[in-house]
């Protein structure tokens, strides 16, 4: 609607940096998608790519765990727990730790492709249907 976002309410921003589409023209997408009867592929659609997201953020997260474990052969590992407070555990734990990121890193690259399966099923049909008209 070429709406100049800065000028926008603070839902419109929120919902640009999200979409790049200001709330009413989301809303009028969706409302149209629920009209013709294809709001269940979109609404599906969107909670796979979020779930990827989420998956991709933990991939990181396991990468960046597992390089911090190979880096760093100190006696003793520091980490910051959930209130703040610093948790140092012995070097014995190391081994542990390693094992239980190698079977997560295991558990996300197969939950990632799993969801890379359902999104191109769901972009697919999605296509048959926008081809069809």
Do not use: P
Request: with cysteine.
């Amino acid at each position: 609607c070429n709406k100049e976002i800065r000028w926008g309410t603070k839902q419109d921003r929120k919902m640009f940096y999200r979409t790049k589409k200001c709330l009413d023209c989301v809303a009028k997408e969706e409302t149209t998608l629920r009209i013709k009867g294809q709001y269940k592929l979109y609404e599906t659609r969107k909670l796979i790519e979020n779930e990827l997201s989420y998956l991709l953020d933990i991939k990181q997260k396991l990468r960046e765990s597992k390089d911090y474990l190979e880096s760093d052969d100190s006696k003793t590992l520091t980490w910051a727990n959930q209130t703040g407070m610093v948790e140092e555990w012995s070097n014995e734990a190391r081994g542990e730790l390693k094992k239980n990121i190698q079977k997560d890193w295991v558990t996300c690259l197969k939950k990632i492709k799993s969801a890379e399966k359902e999104l191109k099923k769901v972009n697919a049909e999605i296509n048959k249907i926008v081809d069809n008209k």
